[in-house]
């Protein structure tokens, strides 16, 4: 970040977010935004997923580019859907254990949405996809897994942690790390110097 560049702040808690970001360079600072996340969600009702978690990484974004109008504020969002349903992060540990069984044998589709607020314009906005196939998941194995992963994937849309034994679940992943991690990252970089917040 050159002495012209604005502050950047990412408008997540997301530790894979900000582990993405320290382990590309990028100089930021973190403030997780407040939103109804539903409520945006039940306007949006018949939208596309990836319009649902690009309006959401918006939203995020400008929730925190009001607080902060001389920064550029990075907002992100991941939304998942299984056999036409599209899945929140789990309620508890039963509704975790619901969602794996629903998921089991099946393909998910993770949408990773970023987009990058000032003032009060959105600068810039895009999704990934990454599609992710769950192998057939004994009870027996959810039981394990969520004995040694929750309260941690109560936090992720999906259930896992692909970093953690949340690569256990799966037999075959199409699409970039970065997507399944929850940031469509290289569009974001390519943003950023776009933007002069990185050097070209």
Request: aromatic share 6%.
């Amino acid at each position: 970040m050159n002495a012209r560049s604005p502050k950047l702040i990412l408008a997540s808690k997301s530790a894979s977010r900000r582990a993405m970001l320290d382990a590309a360079g990028v100089t930021y600072e973190a403030r997780p935004a407040s939103i109804d996340e539903r409520a945006l969600e039940d306007e949006m009702a018949g939208s596309a997923p990836h319009e649902i978690a690009e309006a959401l990484a918006v939203a995020k974004a400008a929730a925190i580019a009001k607080e902060e109008p001389d920064a550029l504020v990075l907002g992100s969002d991941s939304l998942v859907v299984a056999g036409g349903k599209r899945f929140d992060k789990p309620t508890d540990r039963a509704n975790a254990a619901e969602h794996l069984r629903f998921f089991s044998g099946k393909a998910i589709e993770l949408h990773s949405a970023a987009a990058l607020v000032r003032a009060n314009t959105c600068e810039w906005s895009g999704t990934s996809l990454a599609k992710l196939h769950v192998r057939e998941l004994s009870e027996d194995f959810i039981e394990h897994y969520l004995s040694c992963e929750w309260p941690e994937i109560g936090f992720t849309v999906g259930c896992f942690r692909i970093e953690a034994m949340g690569v256990q679940l799966f037999e075959e992943i199409e699409g970039d790390q970065f997507t399944v991690l929850g940031m469509p990252l290289l569009p974001v970089l390519g943003a950023l110097r776009e933007l002069d917040v990185l050097p070209s």
